[in-house]
Structures are given as C-alpha cells and as structure tokens.
Antibody, heavy 126, light 106 residues
Framework: QVQLQESGPRLVRPSETLSLTCAVS?????????WGWIRQPPGKGPEWIGS???????YCNPSLKSRVTISADTSKNQVSLKLSSVTAADTAVYYC???????????????????WGQGTLVTVSS | SYELTQPPSVSVSPGQTASITCSGD??????ACWYQQKPGQSPVLVIY???ERPSGIPERFSGSKSGNTATLTISGTPAMDEADYYC?????????FGGGTKLTVL
C-alpha cells in the first residue's frame, strides 16, 4: 500500500521560497503514475498546484505556474515542490497525492487522486 | 477558468439519503470524482470516473451524472458521514475542484 509523507519548513518568510518534499513508500515512482501537489488554505477547499511523472513531464495550475517548480528524484523515491515569492495567501496545508488516470505522456479526461499524504501546514509570516 | 459549483451545505437525517450536486459547463463531456474530508484529515476518494467506487468505500456511496450535473448520493446516511465533500474534474489540462459542500447529519 502506497504511503506519502510531506516534509519541510512550517514557517516561511514573505517573498522567500517554500520548499517541500514528499517521500513515497510502498511504490516506486519509477514504475509509473503522476504525483501531484494540492494545497488547502485554512477553511477553504483544495487547490491543485501541479503534477509530475518520474520522467519530468509536468502539468501545472496556470494560476501558479510562474512561481512553481516540481521535480522528481527516483533515487530517493520522492517528489518536491518549490513555490517562490510567497505571500500570506500561500498559507495552507500542502498535500502530495498519487494522480491516477494519466499515462507517461498525458492525463486523460478521467483522472483523480487516490492516495494522499497527511499534509503539512505551511505558514507564511514574518 | 473552469468552475465547478456545489451547494455550500446539505442537511440529512440519519438513515436518510443525501444528495450533493456538482455542476459545470460541459461537465457532461468530462468525468467527475468525489472526495470526503473530515476535520483535520486528508481528503479520501469516494467516487471516480463519475460512478466508480474505490475498493474499501462502502456501497452506500454512489455517483451519477445527468447533463452537466454530477451527483454524489449517500444512502442510509450514518452520522459518521458528516464531512465536507468536494467534486473534481479535468479541464484544459488543469485539475479543478469544486468549492465543497458541508454535509450535516442531524
């Protein structure tokens, strides 16, 4: 059974870069699937950030694309997220999740997130 | 940008049937999935590809779609299903979530 665990600084200063890692266990990311990042501001609904295949193929939310870098490290079996120039609006619980319904080159009309990490709250504040 | 619209809240009596809707432009040509989220917990997938139920999800959860509206139905709703529910779809290479519906069982 796949398990995902997010980790990284819980407090980030405004204008700096948020960096998170998602360690995947129980499944080798080299075997397939896209792996996604989703965030959820306190009291609000989820917002997709982006998803990556182990080859480096990525999809990204257009509203965040200019600030987002997502990468995959097959040797460590983990995926990472960097979000630059953060503001208080980026305060949220950040989740990683396995993104089903995608091939190595594309996501199909039917896709979903079937396994989620526990999430980590990142606060942007000086 | 694409939007999915859900009612902010739905109430149901224990043991009755709850229905939560999700509407979007041309949703009939896309696929919807549904997540349940209880306070302090991560979302859990309860329906994918409009009508499919993941293993381990109780049979009381079902999904349907008519026109541009997807519906999550919970039959015989127990108190433990009180939670927030979110629909999700894919549009223009982007994952889109609905605003969420708080289901109250009382």
């Amino acid at each position: 059974q796949v398990q995902l665990q997010e980790s990284g600084p819980r407090l980030v200063r405004p204008s700096e870069t948020l960096s998170l890692t998602c360690a995947v266990s129980g499944y080798s990311i080299s075997s397939g699937y896209y792996w996604g990042w989703i965030r959820q501001p306190p009291g609000k609904g989820p917002e997709w950030i982006g998803s990556i295949y182990h080859s480096g193929s990525t999809y990204c939310n257009p509203s965040l694309k200019s600030r987002v870098t997502i990468s995959a490290d097959t040797s460590k079996n983990q995926v990472s997220l960097k979000l630059s120039s953060v503001t208080a609006a980026d305060t949220a619980v950040y989740y990683c999740a396995r993104h089903q319904g995608c091939s190595s080159t594309a996501c199909y009309a039917y896709n979903w997130f079937d396994s989620w990490g526990q999430g980590t709250l990142v606060t942007v504040s000086s | 940008s694409y939007e999915l619209t859900q009612p902010p809240s739905v109430s149901v009596s224990p043991g009755q049937t709850a229905s939560i809707t999700c509407s979007g432009d041309k949703l009939g040509d896309k696929y919807a999935c549904w997540y349940q989220q209880k306070p302090g917990q991560s979302p859990v997938l309860v329906i994918y590809q409009d009508t499919e139920r993941p293993s381990g999800i109780p049979e009381r959860f079902s999904g349907s779609k008519s026109g541009n509206t997807a519906t999550l139905t919970i039959s015989g709703t127990p108190a433990m299903d009180e939670a927030d529910y979110y629909c999700q779809a894919w549009d223009s290479s982007t994952v889109v979530f609905g605003g969420g519906t708080k289901l109250t069982v009382l």
